[in-house]
């Protein structure tokens, strides 16, 4: 079975920093896929970036960024230039295919300080 | 950009009553989940739905849910009798397969509070 943590409950940045935010992630199949989804205040799930486990390189999607170690099994999300949309919860999560079911994290509470 | 729709937004049920929660996926998926979210809480899958049959289940997914897809468009949630701890956020996701990263496309979700 898949497992993901996210040790951190809560995280606080100063607007225009760069944020990391950690997820690990335990698997026995060597195939897999990681994925980040925002949540808003508001509530609904939004798709911020996707690593695939035999992707080279490290997926960036504008601001977002993935630092994936497949050795540690972690894929950490990071925040350039945060802004003050940037507050919400932030899952981890991944599936062993597109099409299986998606194991999320804890989530951790990203605010953003002017 | 197509999307996930769900109805309603918000439901409120007394306890032991029938709920439906319905959901529009993106038009040319094929594959359909229910995932649900407790106040505070992680987002859990309760099932998925391919081919118009249950591909997979979770332990949460009991005989008091069912899914059905009634027509080409429309996926519904139904339970049965509701409980107090069935209030929480439930949102439909659906995935289409086109290319192997693409994500599961989330609708918006149904607050259900069950009083």
């Known amino acids: 079975a898949q497992k993901i943590t996210q040790t951190q409950p809560g995280m606080f940045v100063q607007e225009k920093e760069a944020v990391t935010l950690d997820c690990t992630y335990d698997t026995s199949d060597p195939s897999y896929g990681l994925f980040w989804y925002k949540q808003p205040s508001s509530g609904e799930m939004i798709f911020l970036i996707y690593q695939g486990s035999y992707d080279q390189q490290n997926a960036t999607e504008g601001r977002y960024s993935l630092n994936f170690q497949k050795a540690r099994k972690s894929a950490n999300l990071v925040i350039s230039a945060s802004q003050l949309g940037d507050s919400a919860m932030y899952f981890c999560?991944?599936?062993?295919?597109?099409?299986?079911?998606?194991?999320f994290g804890k989530g951790t509470r990203l605010s953003v300080i002017a | 950009e197509p999307e996930v729709t769900q109805t309603p937004s918000h439901q409120v049920t007394q306890m032991g009553q029938e709920v439906i929660l319905r959901c529009v996926p993106i038009s040319n998926h094929l594959y359909f989940y229910w995932y649900r979210q407790i106040l505070g809480q992680k987002v859990e899958f309760l099932v998925s739905f391919y081919n118009n049959e249950i591909s997979e289940k979770s332990e949460i997914f009991d005989d008091q849910f069912s899914v059905e897809r009634p027509d080409g468009s429309n996926f519904t949630l139904k339970i049965r009798s509701t409980k107090l701890e069935d209030s929480a956020m439930y949102f439909c996701?659906?995935?289409?397969?086109?290319?192997?990263?693409?994500?599961?496309?989330f609708g918006d979700g149904t607050r259900l509070s069950i009083l």
């Open positions: 996701a659906s995935y289409g397969q086109q290319l192997s990263n693409q994500p599961q496309h």
């Open positions: 999560a991944m599936s062993l295919s597109g099409n299986t079911p998606l194991v």
